[in-house]
């Protein structure tokens, strides 16, 4: 089994920055593609980025690319997502989740385990 943890969500104004980390514990993080998604109140959870095991393939959603990246650190077991220029719309909960190798995907039902989410919210 595996956990995910989020943390490093928060409160920051419009055009500031913030990054959320994403700890994983268990069973092998190995070949395992790790993507970001969030959720608003009253909307469909929707897909942010994805970064493969080798971190030499990435995909973002078109709304975020430009502003967001997503990294990971395999020895630490952690993935991040770095989060500037930011906008009252990228207010959410933001959840990682973990997809096993490749191609990456942006489809939820495709990724086999979760965090439990943490806040961000941008005020303008």
């Known amino acids: 089994q595996v956990q995910l943890v989020e943390s490093g969500g928060g409160l920051v104004q419009a055009g500031g920055s913030l990054r959320v980390s994403c700890a994983a514990s268990g069973r092998t993080f190995s070949g395992y593609s790790m993507g970001w998604f969030r959720q608003a109140p009253g909307k469909e959870r929707e897909f942010v980025a994805a970064l493969s095991w080798s971190g030499g393939r990435t995909l973002y959603a078109g709304s975020v690319k430009g502003r967001f990246t997503i990294s990971r650190d395999n020895a630490k077991r952690t993935v991040y997502l770095q989060m500037n220029s930011l906008k009252s719309e990228d207010t959410a909960v933001y959840y990682c989740?973990?997809?096993?190798?490749?191609?990456?995907?942006?489809?939820?039902?495709?990724?086999?385990?979760w965090g439990q989410g943490t806040q961000v919210t941008v005020s303008s």
């Open positions: 989740a973990m997809s096993r190798g490749l191609p990456l995907n942006t489809e939820p039902a495709l990724y086999s385990y």
